[in-house]
Protein backbone atom coordinates (compact mmCIF):
# COMPACT_ATOMS: atom_id res chain seq x y z
CA UNK A 1 0.00 0.00 0.00
CA UNK A 2 1.20 3.29 -0.61
CA UNK A 3 0.31 6.48 1.32
CA UNK A 4 1.29 9.69 0.91
CA UNK A 5 1.13 12.67 3.96
CA UNK A 6 0.99 15.87 3.50
CA UNK A 7 0.95 19.23 6.64
CA UNK A 8 -0.83 21.90 6.54
CA UNK A 9 -2.42 24.84 8.16
CA UNK A 10 -5.03 25.61 5.48
CA UNK A 11 -5.85 28.95 6.54
CA UNK A 12 -7.18 29.03 4.22
CA UNK A 13 -7.09 26.21 1.46
CA UNK A 14 -6.71 27.37 -1.72
CA UNK A 15 -5.92 26.72 -4.98
CA UNK A 16 -2.40 26.36 -4.53
CA UNK A 17 -3.23 23.41 -2.54
CA UNK A 18 -5.38 22.07 -4.88
CA UNK A 19 -2.33 22.18 -6.89
CA UNK A 20 -0.61 20.34 -4.61
CA UNK A 21 -3.00 17.50 -3.66
CA UNK A 22 -3.48 16.97 -7.86
CA UNK A 23 0.23 16.65 -8.18
CA UNK A 24 0.33 13.84 -5.28
CA UNK A 25 -2.33 12.50 -6.86
CA UNK A 26 -0.37 11.69 -10.17
CA UNK A 27 1.46 9.15 -8.20
CA UNK A 28 -1.57 7.44 -7.35
CA UNK A 29 -1.18 6.79 -3.62
CA UNK A 30 -3.48 4.21 -2.17
CA UNK A 31 -4.04 6.65 0.60
CA UNK A 32 -3.37 10.24 0.82
CA UNK A 33 -3.38 11.56 5.19
CA UNK A 34 -2.92 15.27 6.28
CA UNK A 35 -2.06 16.61 9.67
CA UNK A 36 -3.46 19.86 9.78
CA UNK A 37 -3.19 22.38 12.46
CA UNK A 38 -5.73 23.16 14.80
CA UNK A 39 -7.82 26.53 15.14
CA UNK A 40 -4.79 28.12 15.86
CA UNK A 41 -1.69 28.62 13.44
CA UNK A 42 2.24 28.15 13.61
CA UNK A 43 2.56 31.74 14.14
CA UNK A 44 -0.11 32.17 16.54
CA UNK A 45 -3.28 33.67 14.43
CA UNK A 46 -6.76 32.48 15.19
CA UNK A 47 -7.80 30.14 11.92
CA UNK A 48 -10.07 32.15 9.63
CA UNK A 49 -12.17 28.80 9.72
CA UNK A 50 -12.03 26.33 12.70
CA UNK A 51 -10.78 23.22 12.53
CA UNK A 52 -13.78 20.95 11.84
CA UNK A 53 -14.73 23.16 8.80
CA UNK A 54 -11.59 22.72 7.54
CA UNK A 55 -11.07 18.97 8.16
CA UNK A 56 -15.09 18.91 5.99
CA UNK A 57 -12.88 20.93 3.05
CA UNK A 58 -9.63 18.90 3.11
CA UNK A 59 -12.16 15.74 2.63
CA UNK A 60 -13.60 17.41 -0.13
CA UNK A 61 -10.17 18.43 -1.30
CA UNK A 62 -9.09 14.75 -1.81
CA UNK A 63 -7.69 13.84 1.80
CA UNK A 64 -8.74 10.39 2.80
CA UNK A 65 -7.26 11.19 6.82
CA UNK A 66 -7.12 14.20 8.17
CA UNK A 67 -5.36 14.33 11.95
CA UNK A 68 -4.91 16.81 14.14
CA UNK A 69 -1.59 18.64 15.25
CA UNK A 70 -2.56 19.77 18.07
CA UNK A 71 -1.70 23.77 18.95
CA UNK A 72 0.85 22.62 21.85
CA UNK A 73 2.53 21.58 18.72
CA UNK A 74 1.59 23.90 16.36
CA UNK A 75 1.69 27.27 17.82
CA UNK A 76 5.51 26.66 18.16
CA UNK A 77 8.78 27.77 16.15
CA UNK A 78 9.13 26.53 13.04
CA UNK A 79 11.43 23.28 14.27
CA UNK A 80 8.91 22.15 16.59
CA UNK A 81 6.30 22.27 14.44
CA UNK A 82 7.97 20.03 12.23
CA UNK A 83 9.21 17.51 14.30
CA UNK A 84 5.81 16.48 15.32
CA UNK A 85 4.21 17.04 12.27
CA UNK A 86 6.70 14.24 10.85
CA UNK A 87 6.01 12.58 13.84
CA UNK A 88 2.42 12.09 13.56
CA UNK A 89 2.99 11.04 9.90
CA UNK A 90 5.46 8.16 11.09
CA UNK A 91 2.65 6.76 13.90
CA UNK A 92 0.64 7.01 10.77
CA UNK A 93 2.81 4.89 8.71
CA UNK A 94 3.27 7.42 5.87
CA UNK A 95 5.71 6.59 2.45
CA UNK A 96 6.25 9.34 1.48
CA UNK A 97 5.40 13.68 2.75
CA UNK A 98 4.66 15.88 -0.13
CA UNK A 99 5.11 18.86 0.23
CA UNK A 100 5.22 22.93 -1.56
CA UNK A 101 8.49 23.93 -1.94
CA UNK A 102 9.89 27.15 -3.63
CA UNK A 103 13.46 26.27 -4.19
CA UNK A 104 12.11 22.65 -4.88
CA UNK A 105 15.39 21.08 -4.61
CA UNK A 106 15.44 18.22 -1.70
CA UNK A 107 19.72 18.33 -2.34
CA UNK A 108 19.48 22.13 -0.59
CA UNK A 109 17.78 20.24 2.19
CA UNK A 110 20.38 17.52 2.55
CA UNK A 111 23.84 20.35 1.91
CA UNK A 112 21.73 22.35 5.13
CA UNK A 113 21.42 19.44 7.02
CA UNK A 114 25.19 18.43 6.70
CA UNK A 115 26.47 22.03 7.52
CA UNK A 116 24.04 22.38 10.37
CA UNK A 117 25.08 18.62 11.88
CA UNK A 118 28.50 19.78 11.73
CA UNK A 119 27.91 22.48 14.42
CA UNK A 120 29.02 21.05 17.89
CA UNK A 121 25.84 19.23 19.48
CA UNK A 122 27.08 21.41 22.85
CA UNK A 123 26.54 24.87 21.40
CA UNK A 124 23.85 24.04 18.86
CA UNK A 125 20.81 26.36 19.43
CA UNK A 126 18.00 27.51 16.86
CA UNK A 127 20.52 30.94 16.17
CA UNK A 128 23.13 27.90 14.71
CA UNK A 129 20.41 26.86 12.74
CA UNK A 130 19.67 30.22 10.59
CA UNK A 131 24.00 30.27 10.08
CA UNK A 132 21.96 27.67 7.46
CA UNK A 133 19.18 28.38 6.66
CA UNK A 134 19.52 31.75 5.93
CA UNK A 135 18.69 31.44 2.47
CA UNK A 136 15.36 29.80 2.82
CA UNK A 137 12.08 31.64 2.31
CA UNK A 138 9.68 30.15 5.52
CA UNK A 139 8.26 27.48 3.49
CA UNK A 140 11.72 26.01 2.86
CA UNK A 141 12.62 26.43 6.13
CA UNK A 142 9.76 24.06 6.77
CA UNK A 143 10.91 21.96 4.54
CA UNK A 144 14.12 21.88 6.07
CA UNK A 145 12.84 20.93 9.58
CA UNK A 146 10.88 18.33 7.40
CA UNK A 147 13.74 16.79 5.93
CA UNK A 148 15.88 16.93 9.14
CA UNK A 149 13.12 15.51 11.26
CA UNK A 150 12.94 12.51 9.19
CA UNK A 151 16.82 12.02 9.07
CA UNK A 152 16.98 12.85 12.80
CA UNK A 153 15.03 10.19 13.82
CA UNK A 154 15.80 7.06 11.02
CA UNK A 155 12.01 7.49 9.87
CA UNK A 156 11.71 5.36 6.69
CA UNK A 157 9.96 8.02 4.99
CA UNK A 158 10.91 9.65 1.55
CA UNK A 159 10.30 13.35 1.39
CA UNK A 160 8.90 14.99 -1.66
CA UNK A 161 8.79 18.63 -3.10
CA UNK A 162 6.52 20.45 -5.27
CA UNK A 163 7.52 23.41 -6.84
CA UNK A 164 5.61 26.11 -5.35
CA UNK A 165 3.14 27.95 -7.45
CA UNK A 166 1.53 31.28 -7.34
CA UNK A 167 2.60 34.50 -4.99
CA UNK A 168 4.81 34.78 -2.35
CA UNK A 169 3.04 33.53 0.94
CA UNK A 170 3.70 37.00 2.71
CA UNK A 171 2.23 38.91 -0.60
CA UNK A 172 -0.83 40.56 0.29
CA UNK A 173 -1.79 41.24 -3.04
CA UNK A 174 -4.25 38.79 -4.82
CA UNK A 175 -3.55 36.83 -8.19
CA UNK A 176 -5.81 35.92 -10.52
CA UNK A 177 -5.59 31.80 -10.18
CA UNK A 178 -3.18 31.39 -7.32
CA UNK A 179 -3.26 33.60 -4.62
CA UNK A 180 -1.39 32.81 -1.19
CA UNK A 181 -3.14 32.41 1.96
CA UNK A 182 -1.88 35.29 3.37
CA UNK A 183 -2.98 37.34 0.14
CA UNK A 184 -6.51 36.08 0.61
CA UNK A 185 -6.80 36.95 4.55
CA UNK A 186 -5.59 40.39 3.73
CA UNK A 187 -8.79 40.83 1.23
CA UNK A 188 -11.25 38.82 3.19
CA UNK A 189 -14.13 40.37 1.23
CA UNK A 190 -13.10 38.79 -2.20
CA UNK A 191 -12.62 35.42 0.14
CA UNK A 192 -15.01 33.10 -2.08
CA UNK A 193 -13.41 34.57 -5.37
CA UNK A 194 -9.84 33.31 -5.10
CA UNK A 195 -10.55 29.50 -3.30
CA UNK A 196 -12.52 26.49 -4.50
CA UNK A 197 -16.08 26.29 -4.87
CA UNK A 198 -16.73 23.93 -1.77
CA UNK A 199 -14.58 26.11 0.51
CA UNK A 200 -16.30 29.54 -1.13
CA UNK A 201 -19.45 27.82 0.93
CA UNK A 202 -18.50 28.21 4.29
CA UNK A 203 -17.87 32.14 3.98
CA UNK A 204 -20.69 32.78 6.47
CA UNK A 205 -18.77 30.78 9.12
CA UNK A 206 -15.29 33.04 8.73
CA UNK A 207 -13.77 33.98 11.88
CA UNK A 208 -12.50 37.59 12.72
CA UNK A 209 -9.41 37.49 14.99
CA UNK A 210 -9.69 41.18 15.73
CA UNK A 211 -12.78 39.76 18.38
CA UNK A 212 -10.50 38.31 20.80
CA UNK A 213 -9.16 41.40 22.05
CA UNK A 214 -11.89 42.39 24.53
CA UNK A 215 -10.86 38.87 26.26
CA UNK A 216 -6.97 38.97 25.97
CA UNK A 217 -7.51 42.50 27.21
CA UNK A 218 -9.48 41.13 30.37
CA UNK A 219 -7.28 38.47 31.31
CA UNK A 220 -4.18 40.53 31.03
CA UNK A 221 -5.64 43.57 33.40
CA UNK A 222 -7.43 40.73 35.33
CA UNK A 223 -4.37 38.92 36.18
CA UNK A 224 -1.40 39.87 38.92
CA UNK A 225 1.83 40.10 36.82
CA UNK A 226 3.50 37.22 39.03
CA UNK A 227 0.51 34.76 37.74
CA UNK A 228 1.26 36.23 34.00
CA UNK A 229 4.73 35.04 34.76
CA UNK A 230 3.34 31.50 35.27
CA UNK A 231 2.01 31.48 31.89
CA UNK A 232 4.22 30.04 28.59
CA UNK A 233 6.22 32.46 26.98
CA UNK A 234 5.74 35.33 29.24
CA UNK A 235 9.48 35.75 30.21
CA UNK A 236 12.53 38.23 31.62
CA UNK A 237 9.84 41.01 33.25
CA UNK A 238 7.22 41.52 29.92
CA UNK A 239 4.50 40.48 32.68
CA UNK A 240 4.55 43.80 33.71
CA UNK A 241 4.84 45.27 30.19
CA UNK A 242 2.28 43.76 29.77
CA UNK A 243 -0.15 45.96 32.04
CA UNK A 244 -0.14 48.70 29.23
CA UNK A 245 -2.63 46.75 27.78
CA UNK A 246 -4.90 49.29 29.26
CA UNK A 247 -4.03 52.08 26.64
CA UNK A 248 -4.80 49.99 23.73
CA UNK A 249 -7.52 48.73 22.01
CA UNK A 250 -6.31 47.38 18.93
CA UNK A 251 -4.54 43.40 18.95
CA UNK A 252 -2.13 44.34 16.32
CA UNK A 253 -1.04 47.56 17.84
CA UNK A 254 -0.57 46.01 21.01
CA UNK A 255 1.86 43.23 19.20
CA UNK A 256 3.84 45.80 17.76
CA UNK A 257 4.61 47.52 21.55
CA UNK A 258 5.50 44.33 22.85
CA UNK A 259 7.73 43.42 20.09
CA UNK A 260 11.20 44.91 19.10
CA UNK A 261 14.90 43.85 18.61
CA UNK A 262 14.35 41.43 22.08
CA UNK A 263 10.58 40.12 20.52
CA UNK A 264 9.81 39.00 17.89
CA UNK A 265 5.72 39.70 16.61
CA UNK A 266 5.63 36.66 15.85
CA UNK A 267 7.01 35.54 19.45
CA UNK A 268 4.99 37.92 20.67
CA UNK A 269 1.45 36.59 19.37
CA UNK A 270 1.83 33.50 20.18
CA UNK A 271 2.12 34.51 23.89
CA UNK A 272 -0.74 36.60 23.68
CA UNK A 273 -2.43 33.26 22.54
CA UNK A 274 -0.99 31.10 25.65
CA UNK A 275 -2.74 33.74 28.12
CA UNK A 276 -5.71 33.91 26.31
CA UNK A 277 -5.79 29.66 26.78
CA UNK A 278 -4.39 30.19 29.97
CA UNK A 279 -1.32 27.60 29.38
CA UNK A 280 1.36 27.95 31.89
CA UNK A 281 4.90 26.69 31.63
CA UNK A 282 4.73 23.98 33.93
CA UNK A 283 1.68 22.60 31.53
CA UNK A 284 3.60 22.73 28.67
CA UNK A 285 6.98 21.05 30.21
CA UNK A 286 4.18 17.82 30.70
CA UNK A 287 4.10 17.28 26.98
CA UNK A 288 6.48 15.60 25.01
CA UNK A 289 6.59 14.01 21.47
CA UNK A 290 2.70 12.93 20.51
CA UNK A 291 2.69 9.06 20.89
CA UNK A 292 -0.85 8.77 19.60
CA UNK A 293 -2.85 10.30 16.67
CA UNK A 294 -6.07 12.70 17.15
CA UNK A 295 -8.21 11.90 14.04
CA UNK A 296 -10.28 14.83 12.63
CA UNK A 297 -12.40 13.06 9.84
CA UNK A 298 -11.80 10.51 6.93
CA UNK A 299 -13.19 8.87 3.79
CA UNK A 300 -14.69 5.53 3.48
CA UNK A 301 -11.24 4.99 2.50
CA UNK A 302 -9.38 6.42 5.71
CA UNK A 303 -11.53 4.76 8.00
CA UNK A 304 -10.94 1.26 7.03
CA UNK A 305 -6.70 2.03 7.03
CA UNK A 306 -7.65 4.03 10.74
CA UNK A 307 -8.75 0.50 11.85
CA UNK A 308 -5.67 -1.21 10.70
CA UNK A 309 -3.47 1.54 12.96
CA UNK A 310 -5.49 0.77 15.91
CA UNK A 311 -3.63 -2.63 16.40
CA UNK A 312 -0.28 -0.74 16.70
CA UNK A 313 -1.07 3.41 18.29
CA UNK A 314 -3.70 4.88 20.67
CA UNK A 315 -6.14 6.80 18.18
CA UNK A 316 -8.53 9.38 19.51
CA UNK A 317 -11.80 10.11 17.09
CA UNK A 318 -13.52 12.26 20.24
CA UNK A 319 -11.91 13.71 23.34
CA UNK A 320 -12.25 14.40 26.79
CA UNK A 321 -10.39 15.94 29.58
CA UNK A 322 -7.71 13.76 31.61
CA UNK A 323 -6.43 11.58 28.22
CA UNK A 324 -3.44 13.69 27.57
CA UNK A 325 -2.08 17.22 28.23
CA UNK A 326 -1.92 18.27 24.88
CA UNK A 327 -5.74 17.31 24.25
CA UNK A 328 -6.16 19.27 27.62
CA UNK A 329 -5.40 22.21 26.48
CA UNK A 330 -7.25 21.66 23.16
CA UNK A 331 -10.12 21.37 24.96
CA UNK A 332 -9.65 24.13 26.76
CA UNK A 333 -8.66 26.20 23.50
CA UNK A 334 -12.07 25.06 22.20
CA UNK A 335 -14.10 26.20 24.98
CA UNK A 336 -12.29 29.73 24.50
CA UNK A 337 -13.57 30.05 21.05
CA UNK A 338 -16.48 29.03 21.55
CA UNK A 339 -17.38 31.73 24.15
CA UNK A 340 -15.50 34.25 21.85
CA UNK A 341 -17.37 33.30 18.31
CA UNK A 342 -20.61 31.32 19.22
CA UNK A 343 -18.93 28.41 18.11
CA UNK A 344 -19.63 24.19 19.08
CA UNK A 345 -16.23 23.47 19.16
CA UNK A 346 -16.94 21.01 22.14
CA UNK A 347 -19.43 19.83 21.08
CA UNK A 348 -17.40 18.64 17.79
CA UNK A 349 -14.40 17.65 19.92
CA UNK A 350 -16.71 15.04 22.05
CA UNK A 351 -19.12 14.07 19.08
CA UNK A 352 -16.91 12.45 16.56
CA UNK A 353 -15.24 12.85 13.21
CA UNK A 354 -16.33 14.39 10.11
CA UNK A 355 -17.09 11.73 7.60
CA UNK A 356 -17.18 12.15 3.89
Known amino acids: MKISGVIAEYNPLHNGHMYHLAEIKKEN ?3 IIGVISSSLTMRGDISILDKFIKTKEALDAGIDLVIELPLAYSMQRADIFASNAVKLLSLAKVDNIIIGSENNDIKLYEEAYNKDTSINDNTKSMKDNSISLKDFDSNDTLGYFYYKSIKDNNYPITLKTIKRIGNNYKDTKLK ?26 DKNYLLDEKDIFPMVKYKIISTKPEDL ?14 KDIRD ?21 KRMLMYILFNIKKDEMNQITSPEF ?15 HLKKDIPIYTNIK ?13 SKVLDSIFGLNLLKLEQKGPITK
Open 29 to 31: PDL
Open 176 to 201: EEYSSSTSIRANISEFENYVPFFVAK
Open 229 to 242: KEIFFVDEGIEYKL
Open 321 to 333: EGINPALDIEIRA
Open 293 to 307: LRVLGYSNKGKEYLN
Open 248 to 268: YNNLDEFITYLSGKKYTKTRM
